[in-house]
C-alpha cells in the first residue's frame, strides 16, 4: 500500500520555525521527484517546493525562497521541509507529493499555523 505521512505541522509564532517530515512506503521512494504543496483557507492551491530524486536539485516558488529548504534522505524514505522566518501568510495545510512521469501519491497533510 502506498502512504505518504506527513508529520511536524503546528502552531507557531511569526519568526519563527518548523520541519516538516514526509515518510513513503509502498512504493520506491527514491525514484519519484518529491514536492511540496499548500492550500491556504479559501484558496486554492500553490506550490512551494520541489526536490529531483537525488536530491541535487532543488526549486522554490519565490513567495518562500531564502526561508525554506527542502532535502531528502532515500535512505529513510523520507522528504524535509525546513521552514525558517514564517509569517501569518505560511498559515496552510502542507502536502507532499510524490511523481514519477505520469503517476503521483500525495499525502494527508499537515496543518501550519502561523499566529501570534
Known amino acids: 500500500e502506498v502512504q505518504l505521512v506527513e508529520s511536524g505541522g503546528g502552531m507557531v509564532r511569526p519568526g519563527g520555525s518548523l520541519r516538516l517530515s514526509c515518510a513513503a512506503s509502498g512504493f520506491t521512494f527514491s525514484s519519484y521527484d518529491m514536492s511540496w504543496v499548500r492550500q491556504a483557507p479559501g484558496k486554492g492551491p500553490e506550490w512551494v517546493s520541489a526536490i529531483n530524486t537525488g536530491g541535487g536539485s532543488t526549486y522554490y516558488a519565490d513567495s518562500v525562497k531564502g526561508r525554506f529548504i527542502v532535502s531528502r534522505d532515500n535512505a529513510k524514505n523520507t522528504v524535509y521541509l525546513q521552514m525558517s522566518s514564517l509569517k501569518p501568510e505560511d498559515t496552510a495545510v502542507y502536502y507532499c507529493?510524490?511523481?514519477?512521469?505520469?503517476?503521483?501519491?500525495w499525502g494527508q497533510g499537515t496543518q501550519v499555523t502561523v499566529s501570534s
Open positions: 507529493n510524490a511523481a514519477w512521469g505520469t503517476v503521483g501519491y
